[in-house]
């Protein structure tokens, strides 16, 4: 694409590789199955991995099952964590015949100082005590491996924790001599009453170069991706109560996709574009969420550059592999353990190898029978999530030399704040867009 101005911007190009065959589900049949296979499936390629780290992780102890231990005798025990929580809501309440004279607790975060880990495999559970193992940090779904030993009580003292780390990533190409740009940015929420069509004409005419700026031009032209990551839209609650809509009201509720494809049709005109699912978009709820309907985008659909997609979604452009996901899953840790940033909370689902280790406990998925497709099997160069109060970047390193940029994207109809990703380096800064009246 090519903008006339006194100098003329070229767009760069990159090459771009779709990643997200393992968040399809095509050939999956739900007949009835349970959680539980899912949960046997982490556990079992989780362990495989654990017990290949043990012997450098404490050579000198034997690793045994939970119904295997013996009192007072040291040893290694890998398992799934489960946190039992006095606070955790449990449906079952709403439906309780005797109601007590104080309301169901609806609090931000459930955490209590009462909460207690067990671990669990398949021949049993024993309880955890120590204070090598918070409560606080960790989430049921966890794999980990253990090393402590057995008390008179049945109590399982913890005195070292080992975590799976950082997986293996594919080598970062070296040889990447200009800077190129991934656009990062999440909860447009068109439709919605904080959303400003202004401010989200802004952001498509500083990605497609129609800026009379020259600096800005340049910028533009330097933008080879643009990523697009969940809750794009909001639909008035007032509609949607279950029971059929006059056309008028069936015109009013999809007014806010017409507005998002006329903005996706600007952008994928000249850059490539991937838009992801949200919690408040017009997808399947539980996790791996399914890509929109290409019949919502009738003007950007036919568009080869124009690719709706997963959450969570992977993919490389120019061998640098990006993985994110729409923000769900980091919220859902936040209402179940404590961290001091949100940031923290991505670096625990890097370091545990699991995308979203509360699923299926606390947040929707998809009852998977052979396979547990949010095992962070390769350690991707960029992981973002979507959808946060605020933006925040860190950079992490691996033991084994990984180098992983993590990002929280801030809701963009609320700070007009978009994220710059340069491939060349994995520095990244924040690009915002306000309207002054």
């Known amino acids: 694409m090519e903008i006339d101005s006194e100098m003329t911007h070229e767009r760069k190009q990159s090459d771009y590789t779709w990643l997200d065959e393992r968040f399809e589900i095509q050939k999956e049949m739900y007949r009835g199955q349970q959680y539980s296979q899912i949960y046997f499936a982490r556990l079992h390629l989780m362990r495989t991995l654990l017990y290949s780290l043990a012997p450098s992780w404490k050579p000198h102890l034997p690793v045994c099952k939970v119904l295997g231990l013996e009192e007072g005798k040291e040893c290694i025990i890998v398992g799934t964590l489960f946190k039992h929580m006095k606070l955790k809501p449990c449906v079952l309440d709403e439906y309780s015949k005797e109601r007590s004279v104080t309301p169901l607790v609806k609090p931000h975060n459930f955490m209590h100082p009462d ?3 067990i671990l669990e495999d398949e021949s049993g559970r024993v309880k955890l005590g120590g204070s090598a193992l918070s409560p606080a940090v960790y989430v049921t779904g966890v ?3 253990l090393h402590g030993k057995e008390t008179s009580a049945g109590e399982f003292v913890v005195e070292d924790v080992l975590e799976a780390g950082l997986p293996p990533q594919i080598e970062r190409p070296l040889d990447l001599k200009e800077d190129k740009y991934v656009l990062l940015f999440s909860g447009l929420s068109i439709g919605s009453n904080s959303s400003n069509p202004l401010l989200f004409q802004l952001l498509v005419d500083h990605i497609t170069g129609h800026v009379s700026d020259d600096e800005e031009l340049g910028l533009a032209a330097q933008i080879v991706h643009v990523v697009i990551a969940g809750n794009s839209v909001e639909f008035p609650r ?3 109560t279950g029971q059929n809509m ?7 509720l999809y007014e806010p996709i017409k507005e998002l494809d006329i903005m996706l049709n600007q952008i994928a005109a000249g850059v490539s574009v991937d838009i992801m699912p949200g919690l408040n978009d017009p997808a399947n709820f539980a996790l791996p969420q399914q890509p929109l309907n290409r019949c919502l985008f009738p003007g950007s659909a036919p568009y080869n550059t124009f690719r709706s997609c997963t959450n969570p979604h992977s993919f490389d452009i120019d061998n640098i592999r990006f993985l994110g996901t729409s923000g769900q899953n980091i919220d859902d840790l936040d209402k179940y353990s404590e961290a001091e940033s949100k940031l923290d909370f991505v670096e625990r689902t890097l370091k545990w190898r699991h995308l979203a280790p509360t699923a299926p406990n606390t947040l929707g998925c998809y009852p998977f029978t052979d396979r547990d497709p949010f095992l962070i099997e390769s ?6 999530v979507g959808n946060q109060d605020k933006y925040d970047s860190r950079l992490v390193k691996g033991s084994e030399g990984q180098l992983v940029r993590l990002i929280c994207i801030p809701k963009f109809c609320e700070t007009g704040v978009a994220v710059a990703v340069n491939l060349r380096n994995l520095e990244c800064h924040t690009r915002s867009f306000n309207i002054q009246l």
């Open 238 to 240: 007032k509609l949607l």
């Open 246 to 252: 006059a056309s008028k009201d069936q015109s009013t």
């Open 143 to 145: 794999v980990v491996a």
């Open 115 to 117: 909460d207690t880990l």
């Open 379 to 384: 350690c991707p160069h960029v992981y973002f």
